[in-house]
């Protein structure tokens, strides 16, 4: 299991942005397909985002779609969410997740299809 490490969540004014990092200890990681998931107060784990291996192919969730960003760099162990534009709804608290590639056409979206995951990082945004 690789560990994982978020950061760089807080609290933002309705429009603005944030950047999250979610660092991982496994010297492999480019080995691993990467995304994000969040849970707002009272509802399940959603997909946000996820990024290729390679970096090469990314999938957003339709509610993020043009406003957030899910890139990596391989050489840092690191990968990111540049969120803009964020909205009320966008708080909650942000999951960085791993899957080990396995030759899948597909990018993990589904909670059941990570294998490591990171303790959350909170993104509140007010109105």
């Known amino acids: 299991q690789v560990q994982l490490v978020e950061s760089g969540g807080g609290l933002v004014q309705a429009g603005g942005s944030l950047r999250l990092s979610c660092a991982a200890s496994?010297?492999?990681?480019?080995?691993?397909?990467m995304g994000w998931l969040r849970q707002a107060p009272g509802k399940e784990r959603e997909f946000v985002a996820a990024?290729?291996?390679?970096?090469?192919?990314?999938y957003y969730a339709d509610s993020v779609k043009g406003r957030f960003t899910v890139s990596r760099d391989n050489s840092k162990n690191t990968v990111y969410l540049q969120m803009n534009s964020l909205k009320p709804e966008d708080t909650a608290v942000y999951y960085c997740?791993?899957?080990?590639?396995?030759?899948?056409?597909?990018?993990?979206?589904?909670?059941?299809?990570?294998?490591?995951w990171g303790q959350g990082t909170q993104v509140t945004v007010s109105s």
């Open positions: 997740a791993a899957r080990r590639f396995s030759g899948s056409y597909y990018l993990p979206q589904r909670e059941a299809d990570f294998g490591s």
């Open positions: 496994e010297r492999t990681f480019s080995n691993y397909d």
């Open positions: 990024i290729r291996w390679s970096g090469g192919t990314t």
